[in-house]
């Protein structure tokens, strides 16, 4: 199974940069996801890693360390509309996904 | 317009009544997934199938069973529905299995169990 743990809670002010640390322990890695909620809607897909090293998709970058079972999304140039919920998600060797709880990011003006 | 769709978009629900959630999809995804999403715990999955014919179990599946006769639905039923199950239900999608084929989620399903 999968041991995902990421903060609660983050607040920032729009135009700063805000990181998102998700640690992992799995029994067999197979890639890890980021994914954007809004409050009651549906996930939608940011962003995908399997191998070490930066992706950067405009204003959002997602990292990952297999060796150290760790990931981060970085956003970049807050928006109001930033405000949301962050889940990381890791993808098992049976192509299954485990979510860790979510982060909620509130961004103030 | 493509994508998930799922109905009902809510429903109050007597314990021990059956119910079951419908997922249809138009992207002509092979696999599919349920989960289930409440405050603190996040989404977990309940069950998937990877290519119509087939389903699987995931990682809360007693009291919910599911069926893929074809691609495009994967309906997700509650025998005997308790108030535990109270949850909102979120079906989703993928292209395959693996590789980086991100899941698209369907806009849930809010149960309420009394």
């Known amino acids: 199974g999968q041991n995902i743990d990421q903060p609660t809670e983050m607040t920032a002010t729009e135009g700063a940069i805000v990181q998102i640390n998700c640690t992992y322990q799995?029994?067999?890695?197979?890639?890890l996801f980021w994914y954007q909620q809004h409050a009651g809607e549906a996930p939608t897909f940011l962003s995908y890693n399997v191998l070490d090293g930066l992706e950067e998709k405009g204003r959002f970058s997602s990292f990952l360390s297999r060796s150290k079972g760790y990931s981060y999304l970085l956003l970049k140039e807050l928006q109001m509309k930033d405000s949301a919920s962050y889940l990381c998600a890791v993808r098992d060797s049976d192509y299954k996904l485990s979510f860790g709880a979510g982060t909620t990011v509130t961004v103030r003006a | 317009i493509a994508g998930i769709t799922q109905a009902p978009t809510s429903q109050i629900l007597a314990a021990g009544r059956r119910m079951t959630l419908r997922c249809t999809q138009d992207?002509?995804?092979?696999?599919m997934y349920w989960y289930r999403q409440d405050l603190g715990l996040g989404l977990r999955l309940i069950h998937y199938s990877n290519t119509a014919g087939t389903t699987g179990k995931g990682e809360v599946p007693d009291g919910y069973s599911v069926s893929r006769a074809n691609t495009d639905d994967f309906p997700l039923t509650l025998a005997s529905a308790v108030p535990s199950q109270t949850s909102v239900y979120f079906c989703a999608s993928s292209e395959i299995a693996g590789g980086g084929n991100e899941q698209f989620f369907g806009p849930g399903t809010r149960l309420t169990v009394l």
């Open positions: 799995t029994s067999g890695f197979n890639g």
């Open positions: 992207m002509r995804h092979n696999a």
